[in-house]
């Protein structure tokens, strides 16, 4: 089935260890999505790409990066995670379903940071 | 600035029927979203609303009135895996994708 995953699913951390989270999808989708989403709060856009044209949400910190090489991956980095960071983290990717850009989530990645 | 409100959580019982209701402020309208996220998993696609009306999909349906700012999801025949949360996003004037924070619904035996 075309898809979008994540890895890893559960990540745990220390304070200002460097974090990647990774996605990969097959559902040949040109728009790539991550968001951050907090316990009992709306997901809150950090980047998208449309193909390789790469749109940072204005208030993403900085120690937030993504990378996109190809079509079907997109990284999220945390350079150095503080407890504030710890979230799930939500890859979501974008095509035509009933007229709409309907959005296609990973699974997500709950980061821990410790 | 923009906002999209939701109650939220509300409790139904089994069998019955709930409506979660959305009401939105944005810069400009392109179209408005529910998703169902089971907790500590990812979102999923419910319902896509542009028009003003009433979309039925097997036991949920979506309304949306434009001119009131206003959506609502409509569970029928809840049973106990619909207990999630429930998601309204708007799209705004620039194509972006505002989220309101969710509805935990809570369904009892």
């Known amino acids: ?114 | 600035g923009q906002n999209i409100d939701q109650p939220t959580e509300m409790t139904a019982t089994e069998g019955a029927i709930v409506q979660i209701n959305c009401t939105y402020q944005t810069s400009g309208f392109n179209g408005l979203f529910w998703y169902q996220q089971h907790a500590g998993e990812a979102p999923t696609f419910l319902s896509y609303n542009v028009l003003d009306g009433l979309e039925e999909k097997g036991r949920f349906s979506s309304f949306l009135s434009r001119s009131k700012g206003y959506s609502y999801l409509l569970l029928k025949e809840l049973q106990m895996k619909d207990s999630a949360s429930y998601l309204c996003a708007v799209v705004d004037s620039n194509y972006q994708l505002i989220w309101g924070a969710g509805t935990k619904l809570i369904i009892k035996p």
Request: some cysteine.
């Open chain 1, 1 to 114: 089935d075309a898809m979008v995953i994540q890895n890893p699913r559960y990540q745990v951390t220390q304070f200002g260890k460097p974090v990647t989270l990774s996605c990969s999808q097959t559902l040949n989708h040109n728009v790539m999505y991550w968001y951050q989403q907090k316990s009992s709060q709306a997901p809150k856009l950090l980047f998208h790409y449309y193909d390789k044209d790469f749109n940072n949400e204005a208030d993403t910190p900085d120690n937030f990066q993504s990378r996109r090489p190809n079509t079907s991956f997109c990284f999220l980095d945390i350079r150095s995670p503080g407890l504030g960071d710890a979230a799930m983290y939500l890859c979501a990717t974008s095509g035509k379903d009933s007229g709409a850009n309907v959005l296609t989530f990973g699974a997500g990645s709950r980061l821990t940071v410790l």
